[in-house]
């Protein structure tokens, strides 16, 4: 079965520094796209980051980019989401999520196939 695993958020000051990782089981991560996106309580889920799984080709979006890094770690299996220069604007679930459609480079905006149960990032002022 396929499934995506979030974990490494928690509480941090603002300034501070997060990696969150993504375990996937049941495929390789080096064959499906891997994003990266977040929900606020009362706002829409945002959508963040991509990475490819043909050329690893990354994509950001403007409010993290320059601050949030997305990497992927193929003997484990693993996606990293490396948030530095953390804001309280940053509190949020974090949730990965699969794209079977080959795309190269990646997109954010199209359904994702799975996605994890995500992971609670809190920022404080």
Known sequence: EVQLVESG???VQAGGTLRLSCAASGFTVDDY????????PGKEREALSCISSNSHETYYADSVKG?????SDNAKNTVYLQMNSLKPGDTAVY???????????????VPYDYWGQGTQVTVSS
């Open 95 to 109: 949730y990965c999520a699969a794209e079977v459609t080959w795309r190269d480079p990646c997109w954010l905006n």
């Open 67 to 71: 601050r949030f890094t997305i990497s």
């Open 33 to 40: 796209a891997i994003g990266w996106f977040r929900q606020a």
């Open 9 to 11: 958020g928690g509480l």
